[in-house]
Protein backbone atom coordinates (compact mmCIF):
# COMPACT_ATOMS: atom_id res chain seq x y z
CA UNK A 1 0.00 0.00 0.00
CA UNK A 2 2.30 2.52 0.71
CA UNK A 3 4.44 1.47 -2.60
CA UNK A 4 1.43 2.55 -4.47
CA UNK A 5 1.14 5.58 -2.60
CA UNK A 6 4.77 6.67 -3.34
CA UNK A 7 4.70 5.55 -6.84
CA UNK A 8 1.49 7.51 -6.81
CA UNK A 9 3.67 10.67 -5.65
CA UNK A 10 6.60 10.41 -7.52
CA UNK A 11 4.27 10.45 -11.20
CA UNK A 12 2.29 13.60 -9.60
CA UNK A 13 5.93 15.29 -9.14
CA UNK A 14 6.96 14.22 -12.27
CA UNK A 15 4.02 15.65 -14.15
CA UNK A 16 3.97 18.96 -12.06
CA UNK A 17 4.91 21.62 -14.86
CA UNK A 18 2.21 20.13 -16.55
CA UNK A 19 -0.33 20.38 -13.86
CA UNK A 20 0.72 23.87 -13.45
CA UNK A 21 -0.10 25.16 -16.63
CA UNK A 22 -2.92 23.34 -16.47
CA UNK A 23 -3.85 24.86 -13.29
CA UNK A 24 -3.95 28.19 -14.91
CA UNK A 25 -6.42 27.36 -17.87
CA UNK A 26 -8.90 25.69 -15.31
CA UNK A 27 -8.52 28.52 -12.56
CA UNK A 28 -8.62 31.34 -16.07
CA UNK A 29 -12.52 28.90 -16.95
CA UNK A 30 -13.74 28.96 -13.73
CA UNK A 31 -13.19 32.73 -12.66
CA UNK A 32 -13.80 33.88 -16.36
CA UNK A 33 -16.34 36.89 -15.36
CA UNK A 34 -13.63 38.06 -12.62
CA UNK A 35 -11.12 38.47 -14.37
CA UNK A 36 -12.90 39.91 -17.89
CA UNK A 37 -14.38 42.79 -15.86
CA UNK A 38 -11.00 43.47 -13.04
CA UNK A 39 -7.98 41.55 -14.31
CA UNK A 40 -8.23 42.03 -18.28
CA UNK A 41 -5.84 44.52 -19.48
CA UNK A 42 -8.01 45.70 -22.41
CA UNK A 43 -11.22 45.58 -20.16
CA UNK A 44 -11.84 49.35 -22.13
CA UNK A 45 -11.75 47.99 -25.60
CA UNK A 46 -14.91 46.30 -25.94
CA UNK A 47 -14.38 45.70 -29.79
CA UNK A 48 -11.56 43.48 -28.93
CA UNK A 49 -13.79 40.72 -27.42
CA UNK A 50 -10.73 39.87 -25.46
CA UNK A 51 -12.31 38.59 -22.37
CA UNK A 52 -9.31 38.10 -20.03
CA UNK A 53 -7.75 35.70 -22.94
CA UNK A 54 -4.60 38.72 -22.51
CA UNK A 55 -4.81 37.92 -18.82
CA UNK A 56 -4.23 33.98 -19.95
CA UNK A 57 -1.38 35.04 -22.32
CA UNK A 58 0.60 37.00 -19.69
CA UNK A 59 -0.16 33.98 -16.59
CA UNK A 60 0.92 31.30 -19.03
CA UNK A 61 3.99 33.15 -20.69
CA UNK A 62 5.21 34.23 -17.01
CA UNK A 63 5.43 30.22 -16.21
CA UNK A 64 6.78 28.97 -19.30
CA UNK A 65 9.94 31.86 -18.59
CA UNK A 66 9.62 30.42 -15.05
CA UNK A 67 10.06 27.10 -16.14
CA UNK A 68 12.87 27.66 -18.60
CA UNK A 69 15.31 29.71 -16.12
CA UNK A 70 14.39 27.22 -13.49
CA UNK A 71 16.27 24.34 -16.65
CA UNK A 72 18.61 26.51 -17.49
CA UNK A 73 19.51 27.28 -13.47
CA UNK A 74 19.66 23.02 -13.02
CA UNK A 75 21.80 22.47 -16.25
CA UNK A 76 24.26 25.26 -14.93
CA UNK A 77 24.77 23.15 -11.88
CA UNK A 78 24.28 19.79 -13.05
CA UNK A 79 28.02 18.20 -12.88
CA UNK A 80 29.80 16.90 -16.19
CA UNK A 81 30.32 13.04 -16.70
CA UNK A 82 32.91 11.73 -18.70
CA UNK A 83 31.46 8.46 -20.65
CA UNK A 84 34.74 7.62 -22.96
CA UNK A 85 38.21 7.69 -22.44
CA UNK A 86 40.71 9.35 -24.91
CA UNK A 87 42.24 7.06 -27.48
CA UNK A 88 45.77 8.02 -26.41
CA UNK A 89 45.54 5.98 -23.55
CA UNK A 90 45.72 3.00 -25.55
CA UNK A 91 47.87 2.14 -28.41
CA UNK A 92 47.53 -1.20 -29.54
CA UNK A 93 49.51 -0.45 -32.98
CA UNK A 94 52.77 -1.24 -31.97
CA UNK A 95 53.93 -4.90 -30.50
CA UNK A 96 54.41 -3.89 -26.87
CA UNK A 97 50.80 -4.89 -26.00
CA UNK A 98 52.05 -8.43 -27.57
CA UNK A 99 54.82 -8.77 -26.02
CA UNK A 100 52.95 -8.08 -22.68
CA UNK A 101 50.87 -10.20 -23.38
CA UNK A 102 53.32 -12.99 -24.14
CA UNK A 103 54.73 -12.66 -20.43
CA UNK A 104 51.60 -13.25 -18.91
CA UNK A 105 51.25 -16.62 -17.30
CA UNK A 106 48.89 -19.55 -18.80
CA UNK A 107 48.56 -17.15 -22.33
CA UNK A 108 49.81 -18.86 -25.50
CA UNK A 109 50.38 -16.68 -28.67
CA UNK A 110 50.62 -17.97 -32.03
CA UNK A 111 53.00 -16.32 -33.80
CA UNK A 112 51.46 -17.59 -37.21
CA UNK A 113 47.56 -17.69 -36.83
CA UNK A 114 47.47 -20.22 -39.35
CA UNK A 115 48.59 -23.09 -37.70
CA UNK A 116 45.90 -23.35 -35.11
CA UNK A 117 42.88 -25.45 -35.33
CA UNK A 118 41.20 -22.80 -37.36
CA UNK A 119 43.17 -23.91 -40.40
CA UNK A 120 41.11 -26.81 -41.50
CA UNK A 121 37.78 -24.97 -41.20
CA UNK A 122 38.89 -21.14 -43.14
CA UNK A 123 40.32 -22.55 -46.68
CA UNK A 124 39.45 -21.86 -50.08
CA UNK A 125 37.23 -23.72 -51.41
CA UNK A 126 38.13 -27.23 -53.34
CA UNK A 127 36.96 -28.34 -56.72
Not at 23 to 32: D, L, M
Not at 33 to 40: F, H, M, S
Not at 43 to 69: F, I
Request: aromatic letters at 14%.
Amino acid sequence: MFTRITIYFLLVMLNFPLFSRMGIVVYFQANKAYIAKVLCVNKNKSSLHCNGKCYLAKKLKATEEREQKQTAERLEKMPEIQLFCSSNHFNFNDLSFIMFLQHLPNFHFLANPQTGMLKGVFHPPQS
